[in-house]
């Protein structure tokens, strides 16, 4: 089988700056989204995906050694985020998302801090969000306090409660396994694509487009003309079972 990659970011129609950073590698990919409400965003986001990056084109030989290759990443990305705003005055405060994918032969393993997501597109099957929202929107929706539909327009729906860079340790979410399949489409995508787009939305766009650098031109155009309120950035892999040539 065979993983091919896409990415795009782009700064929206409202921000002047782009604070995501993405990675889009031979093994590893990831998204970062540095937090809007502290300073130096964007430096946190591409420190903590610079740290990140390390694990790329390794081969973990399955999900448990690629599992603590993602924990020991992150744990690496948030001191790095750390040492940086303490070099810095400018830098203090500063935080980021951060959501990964690490390639283990067909399976894919994640992990995840903050409110990008990532989503499965299988065919024949709705989108499915893989990751959970480090939210104090997402956690009353996990405790049946609000429906989703609520949350969607809720006020406090981008407070995180978990972040690359604030504490001296990071909690990660680490979702089960995800034994890939031909057809299969998982997109790493900060909370500028999900802010202005429904789930229907972006699965109608991710089926329609044969090609993934088209998917993920139609994700950011899509999320643009509903108004672009935030930096969006997306990474799409896409499996098929045709074996690179040679």
């Given amino acids: ?92 405060g500063m935080g980021t998302t951060l959501t990964a994918a690490l390639l283990a032969g067909a399976a894919l393993v994640l992990a995840h801090v903050g409110d990008s997501r990532a989503y499965l597109l299988r065919q024949g099957e709705p989108l499915r969000q893989l990751t959970s929202d480090q939210t104090v929107v997402g956690e009353l929706v996990r405790q049946g306090r609000l429906s989703p539909e609520e949350a969607a327009a809720h006020p406090y729906r981008n407070v995180v409660t978990a972040a690359v860079g604030l504490e001296a340790e990071v909690a990660v979410e680490v979702p089960a396994p995800l034994e890939l399949r031909p057809g299969d489409q998982v997109l790493l995508c900060s909370d500028g694509l999900t802010e202005p787009l429904d789930d229907a939305t972006i699965a109608e766009l991710l089926a329609s487009a044969a090609d993934g650098d088209g998917a993920c031109l139609a994700l950011v155009d899509a999320a643009n003309a509903a108004g672009g309120p935030d930096n969006v950035t997306v990474v799409l892999l896409r499996a098929t079972e045709e074996r690179p040539p040679g």
């Fill in 1 to 92: 089988m065979l993983i091919r990659a896409f990415a795009r970011s782009d700064p929206g129609r409202v921000r002047e700056a782009n604070e995501d950073s993405l990675y889009q590698g031979e093994t590893l990919f990831a998204v970062a989204d540095g937090l809007g409400g502290h300073s130096a965003g964007e430096v946190a986001s591409a420190t903590a995906i610079r740290a990140l990056a390390r694990l790329d084109g390794t081969s973990p030989e399955g999900p448990e050694p690629a599992r603590e290759q993602l924990l020991a990443g992150f744990a690496a990305a948030n001191r790095a985020v750390r040492e940086q705003a303490a070099g810095d005055p400018a830098y203090a």
